[in-house]
């Protein structure tokens, strides 16, 4: 994950007219750009699996059920999105770890299009506990908790947000913040969560 950290990898996702307000925001201040994130539960290590493709996101509690496409880095460095005019869709980060092995997983979606609210606009609305599943090719799930949900200026993400914590980790982005008709979403809404489990 070394080389998109050194990228300074942000996302950005364009604004659009057909947004209908704000998305939901993390509760309590905004967290500065360098401030040290939630831990996650310390306790008996989780078994990690082999690699295989993710191709399915599930977060009950905000009703997402989305498939997943491979997303990469720009030739700015940036991480791409999936095609904005597909609301219900989120993109992994193939550069990164796929979700369940060792490592950070990345996963991104866009918080609203043309149509209206995208995949991820209640990203922010996440509290600590929820639960994430991802669908992989090979049939199995992996299982992961949040343990931390922030907001960071777009231009500047902390390196911690990709760091290798030594175990299955997951981070869900999206935009948030204040919205410009000139450069869009101001921010990245950033969810931290670990694995805890795997069907």
Request: hydrophobic share 40%; proline share 11%.
């Amino acid at each position: 994950m070394a080389c998109v950290v050194a990228l300074g990898v942000t996302i950005m996702i364009a604004g659009t007219e057909g947004r209908t307000g704000p998305p939901p925001q993390p509760p309590g201040e905004r967290r500065a750009a360098q401030a040290s994130p939630g831990r996650a539960p310390s306790g008996e290590a989780v078994p990690a699996l082999p690699p295989a493709v993710p191709t399915w996101v599930s977060i009950p509690s905000i009703a997402v059920e989305a498939p997943l496409t491979g997303v990469g880095l720009d030739q700015d460095g940036w991480l791409e999105a999936p095609p904005q005019e597909i609301q219900n869709l989120a993109g992994w980060l193939q550069d990164a770890p796929s979700p369940g092995t060792p490592g950070t997983a990345v996963v991104v979606g866009h918080v609203d299009n043309a149509a209206g609210p995208a995949v991820f606009y209640g990203l922010g609305a996440l509290s600590v506990g929820a639960g994430v599943e991802v669908i992989r090719e090979d049939g199995t799930a992996a299982r992961f908790s949040v343990y931390d949900v922030a907001v960071f200026d777009k231009e500047s993400l902390p390196e911690y947000v990709y760091e290798d914590t030594g175990r299955p980790e997951l981070r869900l982005i999206t935009c948030g913040g204040s919205f410009s008709q000139d450069s869009g979403y101001q921010d990245n809404v950033v969810v931290f969560a670990h694995m805890t489990g795997s069907a």
